[in-house]
């Protein structure tokens, strides 16, 4: 279970580094702002014509007395709406990171350099065509597992006591476990580890993903959070990356005493015997 309160350090580790570094962080909002307004114009969009498209789908219920065709596609518009949240929720990330590719990187290299013993990043070598076609790539794979889980809980919500007490939590972990899947993409994806092996190395630590991602999914349910906390949350996956290879972190710890010591401080440290 340790590693839940580990995995959770590394959300607020990767959220103290952009605050620290400024720049960075009013760079990586931009590709968050675009994804959300896309966002919300189609959930807008989806609750004023919602109910239309499920009358069109529905022919058969025309016929159907009164409430019953009126509930019938009332249910279906709900549960329409429900399903394009979730759906946000899940994509948001893929979406983002696709959107903002070169900000991310550059974020994430920053940070490999920042907390690496030797300063150096590791770096993939490939256009960026090349990059961006490979994240489209393996993020389709991965909403395609997340749409299959989410059908699945869908299904299980219907069962009485289970469906309004397990099933919510098991969504969220869900839901944590890919959201952190598509952000440590962004690092491991310079190191040439594929979808398969990024996949094999989140299962092997279960609970260090849980006590990243599962956080950041619920503070993503609130509006615009998701925005402020994406730059944070790729620095954040970037030093967790780093833990699952074996990679040495440096202490942030160390590194702001070191930033905030006075000028001189060091050299008469090294003179004291």
């Known amino acids: 279970m340790r590693d839940l309160g580990v995995g959770f350090g590394y959300l607020l580790r990767g959220q103290r580094w952009v605050v620290r570094h400024g720049k960075s962080f009013g760079f990586g909002l931009l590709p968050g702002l675009i994804t959300l307004v896309l966002y919300a114009v189609a959930l807008v969009a989806l609750g004023v014509y919602g109910e239309d498209f499920v009358t069109w789908a529905t022919p058969f219920a025309d016929d159907w007395s009164s409430p019953w065709a009126g509930l019938f596609r009332g249910f279906l518009t709900a549960v329409l709406f429900a399903l394009a949240l979730l759906l946000a929720v899940l994509t948001f990330t893929a979406v983002t990171l696709l959107v903002g590719q070169p900000f991310y990187e550059s974020l994430s290299e920053k940070v490999d350099r920042d907390v690496s013993p030797d300063g150096t990043a590791p770096e993939s070598g490939l256009p960026l065509w090349r990059e961006l076609w490979i994240s489209a790539r393996d993020s389709v794979r991965i909403l395609v597992r997340a749409l299959v ?43 040439d580890v594929d979808l398969r092996a990024r996949l094999a190395l989140l299962r092997s630590r279960k609970t260090l993903v849980w006590g990243f991602g599962t956080p950041l999914g619920l503070a993503f349910l609130v509006p615009f959070v998701a925005v402020f906390l994406m730059p944070g949350a790729v620095a954040g996956a970037t030093l967790m990356a780093r833990d699952l290879l074996g990679e040495e972190i440096r ?23």
């Open 251 to 273: 202490e942030d710890d160390a590194d702001e005493d070191s930033e905030e010591a006075p000028e001189g401080a060091s050299e008469q440290r090294s003179a004291t015997p």
């Open 149 to 191: 889980w989410a059908v699945l809980l869908f299904a299980l919500g219907f069962v009485p006591f289970v469906g309004q007490t397990v099933v919510p939590v098991l969504g969220f972990f869900v839901t944590g476990f890919f959201l952190t899947e598509e952000l440590v993409a962004v690092a491991l994806q310079r190191r």
